[in-house]
């Protein structure tokens, strides 16, 4: 079994992230970058499905500027076999994206997508659909559980009022939710070992067409600040007056 | 002429959806996947398409993706199924896609929160059709009267996918999008037990329902579908009572639209005090039984 697993390159997503001062973009100065840690999940579920079947082959693949690199060898270290780098400074919106990797998918035809719900910069969640969608394959997008069965793939998610689960037949598009796993720990020497595997650099097959572009960033409006209260009895008070209780 | 498909996969929907569309100012028609029309909400023409359930994302896209030509836009509620689903359509018709949209500029410009709410983008539509995922917090309540002309309408919705399996979790309690008050708690509440307790206890006095953190959810102690924040249910109550809750961005992103916000927390430093309008630095176990107390008074 084949399994293309894209990720993102996103600022930290632990840090502290402010709009520019002019509006113009989001202050990225002296962060971090990482995986988008929903793609971060789907690579390691994809090396524990490679845990249980040997004859499971791990791609991941990365659409941006040289820097990706350093998310794709985390990637090999996690356990992926090969890393794509789709090289380019252009800038694409979620269709875009979904249209290379349409077009990745049909050269080489993996079986399964396995990748992040949404990436944790643009909290978009349009990707994976979008490229299901293209290809006309099935979907099981916010997955908590994933088993390869006779036919296909059986898939659980957790929904609001409790779980559901879905069997699709092959090949598919599935999305990771933050439950299905809990990535493994690479350390650096981890990641230095990894540099033997393959990590092929090539250009995108699609141009992007941006269907959004995003005009302006803010700050979201601050809550007026409230005030403390000393005792349960001026709380409950308090609440009364504005008739929340 | 621009025109707008409102989406409802369950006749609750129309009702949460009905204010974005009168504010987004365009003639709408509203689908109505499973149930009956509620036709008082301002729409032009209501359609039913009768099903008794949503069909799996590859179904029920293509089903719409039939009846969408016409839409300049076409929305949902932002929900785990309109995501899934509208993102699908939005690949099928190849439109753009703008998601959890909170205010509208103009038909083609609107505010939407980014990592995790730390930012607002202001994003413009290049492209027709655009499908929306709206979040309804920001947009009131709808303006109702009239009655709407209700027609049928028949889908292909074959899916790919067998859903399998379906459990749901019981209870009485309101649904956290849906409550007038919530009582949240974190991971102070030490076990599920303690947490339902406690917590659930003090929501069923007052009516409410139960809410978590994401700490308090992945140590088990609350179950996950009451999770509260970002990358949870995004919640907008009257009253939101945040017990042993110290204040994550992704939290707090979450329940930024609540009218009322109570933190009870140990720790005077807690960040949650710079957003709550009400703030009592106290023990969780001491004060929510004591304000119990103070409310059978």
């Known amino acids: ?245 | 002429m621009s025109k707008l498909l409102l989406i409802a996969f369950e006749p609750i929907d129309a009702e949460s959806g009905a204010p974005f569309a009168q504010r987004l100012g365009l003639p709408f028609a509203i689908l109505f996947v499973t149930g009956s029309a509620v036709t008082d909400l301002g729409a032009a023409s209501c359609l039913e398409a009768g099903l008794a359930e949503v069909p799996p994302a590859d179904g029920i896209a293509k089903g719409l993706a039939s009846i969408a030509g016409g839409f300049t836009h076409i929305a949902a509620v932002s929900s785990m199924r309109s995501k899934d689903v509208l993102a699908r359509l939005a690949g099928l018709l190849d439109a753009a896609m703008v998601t959890d949209v909170i205010a509208v500029n103009s038909p083609t410009s609107f505010n939407r929160p980014i990592i995790a709410g730390a930012v607002i983008a202001t994003v413009e539509v290049l492209a027709s059709p655009v499908v929306l995922t709206v979040r309804p917090a920001g947009f009131g309540q709808p303006l109702r009267g009239g009655a709407s002309i209700v027609s049928p309408i028949s889908m292909d919705v074959a899916s790919k996918v067998t859903v399998s399996g379906k459990t749901a979790r019981g209870g009485s309690r309101p649904d956290l999008t849906q409550a007038k008050i919530i009582i949240s708690g974190g991971r102070p509440l030490k076990d599920a037990e303690t947490f339902e307790r406690v917590m659930g206890g003090f929501a069923d006095q007052v009516g409410g329902a139960v809410g978590a953190t994401r700490a308090a959810v992945d140590s088990g102690i609350a179950p996950n579908e009451l999770q509260v924040g970002q990358t949870g249910k995004i919640v907008a109550p009257d009253l939101y009572i945040a017990a042993g809750i110290s204040g994550s961005t992704q939290h707090m992103a979450g329940i930024k639209d609540s009218k009322i916000i109570v933190a009870i927390n140990k720790d005077p430093d807690a960040p949650i005090f710079e957003f709550a309008d009400y703030g009592l630095v106290a023990d969780l176990f001491d004060a929510v039984p004591a304000i119990q107390a103070k409310l059978k008074e």
């Open chain 1, 1 to 245: 079994m084949k399994i293309l697993v894209p990720i993102k390159r996103v600022v930290d997503p632990y840090a502290k992230v402010k709009p520019l001062g002019d509006g113009s973009g989001i202050d990225t100065g002296g962060m971090q970058f990482a995986i988008n840690p929903f793609d971060e999940i789907a690579v390691e579920e994809a090396v524990r499905l490679r845990e249980k079947d040997p004859a499971v082959e791990i791609t991941v693949v990365s659409i941006g500027a040289g820097e990706c690199e350093e998310q794709l060898r985390k990637a090999l270290a996690m356990g992926a076999d090969k890393a794509l780098l789709v090289e380019t400074s252009e800038v694409y919106d979620s269709p875009s994206v979904a249209a290379e990797l349409a077009a990745l998918a049909l050269e080489l035809s993996p079986d399964l997508i396995l990748m992040g719900k949404q990436a944790t910069d643009d909290d978009c969640n349009q990707v994976g659909q979008m490229l299901a969608a293209r290809l006309d394959w099935p979907q099981a997008t916010f997955a908590s559980k994933v088993e390869i069965v006779p036919g296909g793939l059986r898939v659980t998610r957790e929904t609001d009022t409790g779980e559901e689960t879905f069997e699709l037949p092959l090949p598919a598009v599935v999305t990771a939710d933050l439950r299905l796993n809990e990535p493994r720990y690479i350390a650096l020497p981890g990641i230095i070992k990894a540099r033997s595997k393959p990590l092929d650099r090539r250009p995108p097959l699609t141009e992007p067409r941006l269907r959004t572009k995003t005009v302006a960033y803010s700050a979201p409006p601050a809550r007026a600040a409230g005030r403390k209260v000393a005792s349960v009895d001026e709380l409950v008070a308090a609440l009364r007056e504005r008739g929340a209780l």
